[in-house]
């Protein structure tokens, strides 16, 4: 017997397959998660130098998908409004940032060629929200840590538990064309559990009474726009040709694949934070 015939039939076993490559995308997730987790905590410009980086880093990804000329000149466009929209939005002046990224999107689309022009633009958009979106939410002296960790509670639940789930339950694949790995078991698995621990996080950090089921079922709105969102990223990889964004996170890829469930959550978060806030501060608006 060969030893890939002794692995198959160990895995037979076993009945758990967690993929080969579970350990690296594991010390990797860990290691990151600590650092944001530290980073949220200080808040102020390390928060704020964190996620322009971030930001800079899928503008750069975003470009070399779409192809075409100047690509570096995009991402110094994307990057300039990044970096003067940041400390906007970190005074909890969402307006004035998100006028910022507008207009840098439209000078970085201007930088690309007719055919590929809206997608260069989109870029910025798309890098700007998460830029923007989280240094809204951690703005609020109140509230802005305990949102932030509950957000990370529940995108980060969704991929560790959807990842898990998949693996050890299987079933009807999710959407094949676009991401096979994604199953339906994993995607349901991820929402709950995700949602419920969430609700967890806000109740132990919240300066206020929050309603848990409320909180859960809001959660399991984030989860179900985070995994869209990761699907969006998946059409976008496989219309480009590519399986990854990039190669800077060991087992995880680019920067988009490790957040592109977390701009979609940052969005809606952001967007009903806004609505529901009470006064400057946005975080409020999402405890419920």
């Known amino acids: 017997m060969s030893s890939s015939d002794g692995e198959a039939v160990e895995k037979k076993r076993s009945g758990v397959n967690l993929g080969a490559d579970f350990s690296i995308r594991a010390a990797a997730a860990v290691v990151l998660a600590a650092a944001s987790l530290a980073i949220a905590w200080a808040g102020g410009f390390p928060f704020l130098a964190l996620w ?69 633009g989109a870029g910025v958009v798309y890098a700007g929200v998460l830029a923007v979106g989280t240094n809204l939410l951690r703005a609020s002296p109140e509230y802005g840590l305990a949102v932030t960790l509950w957000l990370f509670a529940v995108v980060w639940g969704t991929d ?58 809001f959660g399991l709105a984030i989860s179900v726009v985070s995994q869209a969102g990761d699907l969006f990223e998946s059409a976008l990889k496989r219309r480009a040709g590519v399986k990854d964004s990039s190669h800077l996170i060991p087992g995880h890829g680019g920067l988009m694949d490790r957040l592109d469930g977390f701009v979609v959550a940052v969005a809606l978060a952001t967007a009903i934070g806004y609505m529901r806030r009470t006064g400057l501060w946005i975080g409020s608006g999402l405890f419920l």
């Open 52 to 120: 322009f980086a971030a930001g800079v880093g899928i503008v750069w990804e975003w470009q070399r998908l779409v192809g075409g000329e100047r690509v570096e000149l995009r991402v110094a466009a994307g990057a300039v409004a990044l970096l003067v929209a940041s400390p906007f939005a970190l005074h909890a002046d969402g307006a004035l940032a998100g006028l910022v990224v507008a207009a840098g999107a439209v000078a970085t689309g201007a930088l690309a060629e007719p055919g590929r022009r809206f997608e260069a």
């Open 160 to 217: 560790v538990m959807a990842y898990i789930g998949g693996r050890l339950i299987g079933g009807p694949k999710l959407w094949p064309s676009v991401s096979p790995g994604k199953t339906w078991s994993g995607a349901v698995v991820g929402a709950v559990t995700s949602a419920v621990f969430g609700a967890l996080v806000a109740t132990l950090f919240s300066p206020s009474p929050i309603k848990f089921a409320s909180m859960a079922l």
